[in-house]
C-alpha cells in the first residue's frame, strides 16, 4: 500500500514547504519531526491517497512549575506530542463540517445518535524522524550509527552526575553567535532554559564487560545501549544503572527530564503505547466517535533503531489489555522504518556544521502545521507563542493553539455548532462546566483508561484536578 520511505518524503516535503520561522539554524540547531497522514484508499481502484494532515517539531517540555491551571501553557513540545494535538485541531474541523453539513473527507454517519465513524477506506498513521524517547530508546548502540544525542563519554553509578552531564549537553554556546528562540528578551524571560527540559538522548559508551539485555540482542558485538533521559516513575521499578546494556529497566513508565525540576510529562514511548489502547482522539472527542481512533502504523526515519525495543515499548505493553468497552481494542501496531534521515537532525547537523557557528543545541522553538482553514502554523517556545512579552501572558495573544484551552474551546464550539437533538447522549448533561466535567462525562473513554491503568500502567501519574477545572 505504502513503503516508508515514500511516507518519510512526504513529511519532509511538508516540512520544507513551511516558512523559515520556528526552523532550527542550518548546521548549527537541531530538531525532532513527527507528523499524523491520512490515508484513504480510493473505492473503484486499489490506489490509496496519502496527505499530512499535521506536523509537528519540537523537543522539550516545561517544568512542574511551570504549568498553569488555567490551561493556557502547552506542557509538552515533543514532536510526537505536538503532531497528535494538531491533528486533534484537524479531527474538530472534520467534525464541525460533519454536523453543520454533513461534509467531512474523514467521517460518516455511526448507527448510534449523535456518533460518528470513519469513512470506509479512512485510516491514519504516524511518522516520527527518530525513535520516540523512554522505553523504545534503549537499544543496542553500534560504532556505525550516527547518535542522536549528545554522547556522554563517562557514567558513574549517580543519577545526579548524569543529568548534569545531559545539561551541560544542552546549554547553548557562550560564544557571540549563539541564537535562541525569539523571544522578547528584554520584558520577559521566558527563554530561560530552566523553565523548559531538551528531549537528549544521551547515550554512553562504557567499554565494560558485556551482560546480555531483555531485547533478545548480540551482547558480543554491542558494548552498550543508546540511553534514555526519561526517567522510571516514582513508586516503581528503577534503572540498575550497571554499566554497559544493563544500565536501563526496560518496558518501564518514564517521565521526560526536567533541566533541575521533574516534569510530569510522560515519555512519548508511554503515550504512543497509550494510544495504541484508547486511541488517539482523546477523551473530549471519544463523545463524537463510535470508535476510538488508531494509528494503522508508525514509520520511524534513519535514525538508531530496533524494532524489538519499538514493539517491546508500543504494542508488548499493553497487547493482553482485555474487557474494554465497545469501540476500545489493543492495536497491533506496524512499525516500519525508512532509509531517509531528516536534514535537521542532530547527526545531519554535526555534518554541516562549521566553524564560528557555535556550539551545536537543539532548537528552541516548536512548530505546529494542520490542515485546518484558520491559522493552521502555531510556533511556540516555553509553553507560548514564540515572541511573546511578559505583558502578554494571560491573554489569548500569548497562548498556542494546541494549549489545552484552545482545544477546549474549539470543542465547545463544535458542541454549539451541533443540533441539539442530534448531541450525542454524553453531552446532554446540564451540569457540565469545566474541561475535567467534560473529560470525565466521556465515560466508554473512562472505563478504557481505567482498565489500561489497572492491567498495563498502574503507575502512570494521575492529573493534578486543580490544572483541570478551567472552563
Not at 150 to 157: A, I, L, M, N, Y
Not at 292 to 311: D, I, Q, W
Request: net charge neutral; hydrophobic share 30%; with cysteine.
Amino acid at each position: 500500500m505504502f513503503h516508508a520511505d515514500e511516507i518519510a518524503g512526504l513529511c519532509y516535503e511538508r516540512f520544507n514547504q513551511l516558512p523559515r520561522r520556528g526552523k532550527p539554524e542550518p548546521g548549527r540547531e537541531w530538531t525532532l519531526l513527527a507528523a499524523v497522514l491520512q490515508l484513504t484508499r480510493c473505492a473503484d481502484s486499489d490506489t490509496v491517497e496519502k496527505e499530512v494532515v499535521s506536523l509537528g517539531t519540537g523537543t522539550k517540555c516545561i517544568g512542574r512549575t511551570a504549568m498553569s491551571p488555567k490551561g493556557d501553557v502547552l506542557n509538552d513540545s515533543h514532536a510526537e506530542v505536538i503532531a497528535r494535538r494538531g491533528c486533534i485541531r484537524y479531527l474538530i474541523q472534520e467534525l464541525h463540517g460533519a454536523v453543520s453539513a454533513g461534509d467531512s473527507s474523514v467521517f460518516c454517519r455511526a448507527d448510534q445518535r449523535g456518533k460518528w465513524k470513519l469513512k470506509p477506506g479512512v485510516s491514519f498513521l504516524f511518522f516520527t524522524s527518530h525513535t520516540p524517547c523512554g522505553d523504545a530508546s534503549i537499544i543496542p548502540m553500534t560504532d556505525s550509527e550516527s547518535q542522536p544525542c549528545p554522547p556522554v563519554t563517562s557514567v558513574k553509578g549517580d543519577g545526579g552526575t548524569d543529568g548534569e552531564l545531559k545539561r551541560k549537553a544542552e546549554e547553548p554556546s557562550e560564544g557571540k553567535n549563539t541564537k535562541l528562540p525569539r523571544l522578547e528578551e528584554q520584558e520577559t524571560n521566558l527563554d530561560d532554559p530552566k523553565q523548559a527540559s531538551s528531549k537528549t538522548e544521551a547515550p554512553s559508551q562504557s567499554h565494560s564487560p558485556e551482560t546480555p539485555d531483555s531485547v533478545g540482542l548480540h551482547p558480543q558485538s554491542v558494548p552498550d545501549i543508546h540511553r534514555t533521559g526519561a526517567k522510571c516513575v516514582p513508586g516503581g521499578p528503577a534503572d540498575p544503572l550497571h554499566p554497559g546494556v544493563g544500565y536501563h529497566s526496560t518496558g518501564v513508565l518514564r517521565v521526560k527530564p526536567g533541566r533541575g525540576e521533574p516534569t510530569l510529562s510522560l515519555s512519548c514511548s508511554d503515550k504512543l503505547a497509550r494510544w495504541a489502547v484508547l486511541g488517539f482522539q482523546g477523551a473530549l472527542l471519544s463523545h463524537y466517535l463510535e470508535e476510538a481512533l488508531y494509528f494503522s502504523t508508525v514509520v520511524v526515519g534513519k535514525c538508531p533503531y530496533n524494532r524489538e525495543a519499538m514493539h517491546r515499548a508500543l504494542v508488548t505493553r499493553c497487547s493482553q489489555v482485555s474487557d474494554l468497552p465497545a469501540g476500545f481494542s489493543p492495536c497491533p501496531l506496524e512499525v516500519l522504518q525508512s532509509s531517509l534521515e531528516f536534514p535537521f537532525s542532530q547527526a545531519q547537523t554535526e555534518l554541516r556544521h562549521q566553524a564560528g557557528q557555535g556550539r551545536i543545541s537543539p532548537c528552541g522553538a516548536a512548530i505546529s502545521w494542520c490542515n485546518v482553514t484558520e491559522q493552521p502554523l502555531d510556533v511556540t517556545a516555553n509553553g507560548y507563542k514564540q515572541g511573546v512579552t511578559r505583558k502578554a501572558l494571560g491573554t489569548a495573544k500569548a497562548r498556542s493553539l494546541l494549549c489545552k484551552l484552545e482545544l477546549f474551546t474549539s470543542f465547545l464550539s463544535l458542541v454549539s455548532a451541533t443540533d441539539p437533538s442530534a448531541l450525542p447522549d454524553s453531552l446532554r448533561r446540564t451540569e457540565l462546566q469545566t474541561y475535567l466535567d467534560y473529560k470525565q462525562a466521556s465515560e466508554s473513554y473512562q472505563q478504557a483508561w481505567t482498565k489500561l491503568r489497572g492491567q498495563a500502567f498502574p503507575l502512570w501519574p494521575r492529573s493534578d484536578r486543580d490544572l483541570l477545572l478551567f472552563h
